[in-house]
């Protein structure tokens, strides 16, 4: 097969963004360019990388899957090689990274620092998504790794291990039940819950209390851990999570109680996710490694 590094580009272009005229645009190129290399490589293979979608959009093939991958490799020391020539150092390159979005504000400044520690100068795509668009972007090439806890993924995903966060309880300041700075799901179950809304999160809150054969009232629910915690803060109910910001305060400075669950959990698994049995890039290897040694001290 005689392919080019430009085609390779376009057509991991075209997967990591699902849609033929955000890849173009964001390479600078034309769309008909893009659909022309995506043309050529299938008449050579005789197998189609995309199953193409109303509009622009289109879905690796399982063939485009792992295309998609060893294509990544080869760019990856592509690039490599071309910065060694011109400089003596091998640098550069590009990674995307998915992050579940409720830790994007606690881990993404390090997972940029790390990037750049193993491989300076690399060019780094940042996405936040929920559980389901993760895996989902996993599952179609879109990003190369994503930080997230070990939910809703499936066994096609290599997982490694970065930290385990305990969940605990959040209560408005001078809650009766925050003076000891432990509470137990048993009282917690009295009370009016706040939720979020999204996808597998609030089912996994909710194996807490069933463990203890508990059944909590939810009183309402949130998209997001940020207004959770400031309907709390405001004596609008209590909640559970498991990723703990640094401090206590929200948006508007009004402060949480946070107190430990006096039952015994085992906790939530956060890992870097990527899928099993495809070619992955130094880079990215490099880069779980410094994850799995490093990111544990940001939640400790």
Not at 36 to 48: F, G, H, N, T, Y
Not at 56 to 77: I, P
Not at 151 to 171: F, G, I, Q, W
Request: aromatic share 6%; glycine share 6%; hydrophobic share 40%.
């Amino acid at each position: 097969m005689n392919v080019t590094l430009q085609q390779l580009r376009y057509v991991v272009a075209a997967a990591e963004h699902g849609n033929l005229t955000q890849a173009a645009s964001a390479l600078s190129a034309s769309q008909p360019s893009l659909s022309v290399a995506i043309r050529q490589i299938e008449e050579q293979s005789a197998l189609p990388l995309f199953v193409r979608r109303r509009g622009s959009g289109v879905k690796l093939t399982a063939f485009g899957l792992e295309f998609v991958q060893r294509a990544k490799v080869v760019l990856d020391e592509a690039a490599n090689l071309s910065e060694m020539a011109e400089t003596g150092v091998t640098t550069s390159g590009r990674i995307v990274i998915g992050c579940f979005a409720d830790l994007a504000p606690m881990f993404a400044p390090a997972i940029f620092d790390l990037c750049e520690e193993a491989q300076p100068g690399i060019e780094v795509e940042f996405r936040e998504g929920g559980f389901d668009e993760l895996s989902a972007w996993l599952s179609e090439a879109m990003i190369d790794l994503a930080v997230t806890y070990d939910v809703a993924l499936s066994a096609e995903v290599e997982r490694t291990d970065l930290a385990r966060l305990r969940p605990y309880a959040m209560l408005p300041r001078g809650h009766r039940l925050a003076g000891n700075g432990v509470v137990s799901l048993r009282d917690l179950a009295q009370e009016r819950l706040i939720s979020t809304t999204q996808a597998h999160s609030w089912p996994y809150i909710l194996e807490l209390f069933r463990v203890q054969k508990l059944t909590p009232e939810v009183r309402m629910q949130t998209a997001s851990l940020e207004t959770q915690r400031s309907l709390i803060a405001h004596g609008y109910g209590v909640g559970i999570a498991y990723t703990r910001p640094k401090n206590d305060s929200c948006y508007d400075g009004t402060r949480l109680s946070i107190c430990e669950l006096a039952e015994e959990t085992s906790g939530a698994r956060v890992i870097a996710a990527r899928l099993k049995n495809v070619a992955k890039t130094r880079t990215s290897q490099r880069i779980v490694e410094r994850m799995a040694t490093r990111l544990s001290r940001d939640v400790s």
